[in-house]
């Protein structure tokens, strides 16, 4: 079973809690708000964190080798991760399908049996920075059918199977701020059926996209603009 099953909980607040080596998630929640902070939940048979509706708050916590995926969430709220670490699940490190807005810092999302993080069907804004995405076995990160900016600061999509970055069917634009997309199997960026992209730095930090497997950078059906000078292909 689910070591934590909240359903119909308003407002769960977390602290240093280990839900580890359960038969099912390590946590399931339905309610309106769940914060988590400092804890762990790995090693368990299907998610390691299962969410259907609300808001959810992820500070300093480890979710890792989960049978499922790493964090589940449907329907949420606002989603505000940081410093958490997706890593080892059989799954992606994180799946977020629906979202009203997406905030992340210093997320790593790594060796994960599929994708690293994926975020789909966003109404509001999207903002990702200092991540690293890294070393799982489908696409690094992916960002799709998202109505509002993504912007992404300073990540690193490095060393995995599938692309680094795969942005597709946005409506808006996506702005990448500097970051690394090197070493991958795919491409750097698989830019397809996008608003707008703009490709830059952010102060001295250049976008690197090197050495992949596949393309550095594919655009199709997007409108890109990349400042003269700033980055390198």
Known sequence: MSRFDAKGTKHVTMFDVRANGNTMHGISFAGEKLELHQGEFSRNGSDGISLDGGELFVVDTTVESNGGHGVLGMNLGKVELDNPRFADNTFSGALFDGADS???TDVR???NAAEGMIIDHTTGAISISRSWFTDNKADGLIV???GDVATLTNVAAT???GNGLHVTET???TLVKGGVFEKNGGNGMNLL??????VGKNGANKTEVNRNGGHG???TGSRLSKPI???TW
Request: without cysteine; negative net charge.
């Open 102 to 104: 997406i905030t992340a």
């Open 109 to 111: 999302a790594v060796a």
């Open 144 to 146: 799709a059918d998202t």
């Open 159 to 161: 060393d995995n199977a």
């Open 171 to 173: 409506t808006a634009a």
């Open 193 to 198: 059926d996008v608003g707008s992209i703009t």
């Open 217 to 219: 950078l594919t655009v």
């Open 229 to 231: 000078k700033t980055s």
